[in-house]
């Protein structure tokens, strides 16, 4: 019975010694099966099977195969088996014909996938179903158990309904429910906003838009959660429940492991090499794969949406879409935790854009609203985050929102070669921009503007090349002047001003004296 107890409690580290050992023998088995000892084979794929089984365990930790416990149905747990063997086949497809490595016999390398596969199904559906058996051995009710445990503090704050609410605040228990969630720090911090043992705070640990509806509390003025944004489905659907139960001024606290905390966690967990395959494997399957229209059902089908790689930029923007400001956020224990207020309802943002090209809504000629053509540089829902950047840093030397954390490392390198620009000539075409013409800026940016340049400006279309690039004026002040100075020079020569400033422009580019950020 302790042997079976001790297998229970540490069963996902057992389950990955049996796959290991699953995979192995697979290998061994089919080295043996070849036309040649085993003596001649394992020297030669010594090392190849080492990487081999590294990828076959990353995989497999990355898409949840080991946390058998949180499969509710066993056609769900051979599901995933099926599908990561699948991804496991297509990468070592890939790396065997892009590598050319024809040395190596592919009988031998997808005989051990398949022979690996058949045993895992039989070997996880069998601990799959032992594992059910603890699980209602385990679960709260159960009189053997119960009888058998003295009571802890632990277990009264599991059923602490059952004291009564005021009990619970008089008590303390809620500095120790975070704290054991969370740790001490995070108490400490979320302390420092409100009174977290107060009867109008909802203190939760949910995932689910209806644990939200569903939470009882009089006069609630701010609800906390403990679970990250990363496990959760529906991530607006949420904040936007959040939201809704809160009232004007309340404030919503929660945590997130950011993208680069993940990849930090990663790169300490792993050795550079094989930290850098994870990364990559976790970047395709938890980044790009949810943001794939045809793709997205399969994947939360799967994973239940759990553990998705975010950015910063990406969870703060939908919170401000969703009707929060941010007040403050900040990393306790390698985990970024906000604290926000209510101050509107969502905007229900229906198709947020997620793909390479996006259009943004501009200002165009006559003040009409035109939608301009970009290639993505920043994290998604980044455009809600403007006015905080903003205020948080200001304008940098060159009239750029400064230290500006939405911003993609690819998109960093496009918009120094000014390669995000490039897809407003679609702009050009559709006849909502010209070539050479004043900035397209957003409603915000063009409030910010002098009354007399913003009556001069929608007289024309906005431009692919501003003036500024031209007369070589950035900063915020000076690309106004740069503005002025063109629309002058264009009211007085219209015929020569744009082929003028075009000259200047992509001289000035092709001989670095401006860049674009």
């Excluded at 050795?271 to 994870?278: H, L, W, Y």
């Excluded at 010209?434 to 007289?459: C, F, H, N, W």
């Excluded at 106004?480 to 020569?496: G, V």
């Excluded at 001003?497 to 950020?517: E, G």
Aim: glycine share 6%; net charge positive.
């Amino acid at each position: 019975m302790q042997n079976g107890n001790f297998f229970y409690k540490y069963n996902k580290v057992f389950i990955i010694l049996f796959d290991m050992l699953i995979v192995s023998s697979a290998f061994l088995i089919l080295a043996w099966i070849k036309p040649a000892t085993v003596k001649l084979v394992i020297p030669h794929y010594y090392i190849p099977f080492l990487v081999f089984l590294s990828i076959w365990l990353i995989v497999s930790s990355i898409m949840g195969k080991y946390h058998l416990q949180n499969f509710v149905k066993k056609s769900h747990l051979l599901f995933t088996i099926t599908f990561i063997n699948f991804i496991i086949l297509s990468i070592v497809t890939i790396l065997l014909f892009a590598l050319k490595l024809s040395a190596y016999s592919r009988t031998l390398v997808f005989g051990t996938i398949a022979l690996s596969f058949l045993i895992e199904i039989i070997g996880f559906s069998t601990i799959f179903t032992w594992l059910k058996l603890k699980n209602d051995f385990y679960k709260p009710g159960n009189e053997i158990l119960e009888s058998s445990i003295e009571k802890t503090d632990d277990d009264k704050i599991n059923n602490y309904y059952s004291y009564g609410i005021k009990q619970i605040y008089e008590n303390g228990y809620r500095n120790n429910l975070i704290t054991r969630e969370a740790g001490e720090k995070v108490y400490d911090y979320f302390s420092e906003h409100l009174n977290v043992d107060s009867s109008n705070v909802g203190l939760i640990s949910t995932t689910t838009s209806f644990n939200i509806e569903n939470l009882q509390a009089e006069n609630l003025r701010a609800i906390i959660n403990l679970k990250k944004v990363n496990d959760m489905r529906y991530i607006n659907k949420f904040f936007e429940a959040v939201n809704k139960k809160l009232p004007d001024a309340g404030i919503f606290m929660g945590c997130v492991e950011t993208s680069k905390q993940r990849y930090n966690r990663v790169s300490e967990k792993f050795p550079p090499f094989v930290g850098q395959i994870v990364i990559m494997i976790d970047f395709v399957l938890n980044r790009i794969l949810p943001r794939l229209s045809w793709f997205q059902d399969f994947y939360f089908n799967l994973t239940g949406g759990h553990k998705r790689t975010i950015s910063k930029a990406e969870v703060l923007g939908r919170l401000v879409s969703c009707g929060f400001e941010i007040i403050e956020y900040k990393e306790i224990n390698k985990i970024t935790y906000f604290v926000v207020m209510k101050t509107k309802d969502p905007e229900y943002n229906i198709n947020p854009s997620y793909g390479p090209l996006y259009k943004m809504p501009r200002i165009g000629k006559n003040g009409d609203i035109i939608h301009v053509y970009k290639f993505r540089t920043m994290h998604p829902f980044s455009e809600y985050l403007q006015d905080y950047v903003l205020r948080l840093n200001g304008y940098s030397a060159i009239g750029k929102p400064a230290d500006d954390f939405r911003l993609t490392k690819w998109g960093k390198f496009m918009r120094k070669l000014w390669l995000d620009e490039l897809p407003q000539l679609l702009n050009v075409l559709k006849g909502d921009m010209a070539l050479v013409g004043t900035r397209p800026l957003s409603k915000r940016a063009y409030q910010e503007y002098p009354e007399d340049i913003k009556q001069m400006r929608i007289k024309y279309k906005p431009g692919c090349i501003p003036p500024y690039v031209a007369l070589l004026k950035q900063g915020m002040a000076e690309s106004i002047d740069a503005e002025r100075q063109y629309l002058k020079d264009l009211t007085k020569h219209p015929n020569t001003t744009n082929i003028r400033y075009f000259a200047k422009a992509v001289y000035n580019i092709i001989t670095n004296k401006i860049r674009s950020s």
